[in-house]
């Protein structure tokens, strides 16, 4: 799962002064806490880890086999643990906060519209990286096209996420009874139950 790119500084004379390589690690951070909010917020760090992951395969010129293992964990990072979060805040979270505070209440009506737009903006990175998977190979037409959109994405993703983390997810720790957020710790672990 670990993957690749050595810590050394490689350099030549066209790329002196960026040649330091990234050690890139997927799926390597755990959470350290089951409380759902923290849940939430360690999802946050995943999106915005993907969506580097995607930039990078755009950006840099890594070894053949290595672009297409990040991008296709990239890709399958966003079918099929992505759309969980998502469902995470449409169904669990907002639910359960709402109509408890006006401006609460505005903020969850600009989550859930937010939503489709950002899962609409990633649709077209994603299916790029699905095509760098299935065609073996990060081709500088693809990584050009990766490299044109993976900036936009993350600045559409970073604006809803920091929302989010600032004013939805401390609401919803002042404003959940303990009780309310260890049913919404379950929710969220049923969903990613095998057979839930
Ligand atoms: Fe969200
Ligand atoms: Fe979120």
């Known amino acids: 799962m ?21 050690l890139i690690t997927l799926g390597a951070k755990r959470e350290t806490s089951d409380a759902p909010l923290d849940l939430l917020e360690a999802c946050h760090g995943r999106i915005r880890r ?9 950006e840099r010129e ?22 969980l979060h998502l469902l995470d805040e449409d169904l669990s979270l907002s639910p359960r906060l709402s109509g408890r505070d006006p401006l609460v209440d505005a903020a969850l009506a ?34 050009d096209a990766i490299r044109a959109l993976a900036p936009s994405v993350e600045q559409a993703f970073e604006a809803h996420l920091v929302h989010e ?20 710790r379950e929710e969220l672990r049923a969903r990613r139950s095998p057979g839930a």
């Not at 004013?167 to 303990?178: E, N």
Request: with cysteine; hydrophobic share 45%.
């Open 2 to 22: 670990a993957l690749v790119r050595s810590g050394r500084r490689r350099r030549t004379g066209r790329d002196e002064g960026e040649a330091e390589k990234m």
């Open 50 to 58: 993907f969506l580097s992951l995607a930039r990078a395969v755009g």
């Open 165 to 184: 983390e600032q004013v939805l997810f401390p609401a919803a720790k002042r404003l959940l009874t303990q009780a309310e957020q260890r049913t919404l």
């Open 110 to 143: 600009r989550m859930r519209a937010e939503h489709p737009v950002v899962d609409a903006q990633l649709e077209p990175l994603v299916a790029l990286c699905e095509a760098v998977q299935s065609e073996g190979e990060a081709t500088l037409a693809r990584r």
């Open 62 to 83: 890594l070894p053949k086999a290595e672009a297409v293992e990040v991008a296709g964990q990239v890709a399958r990072y966003f079918r099929v643990a992505f759309p």
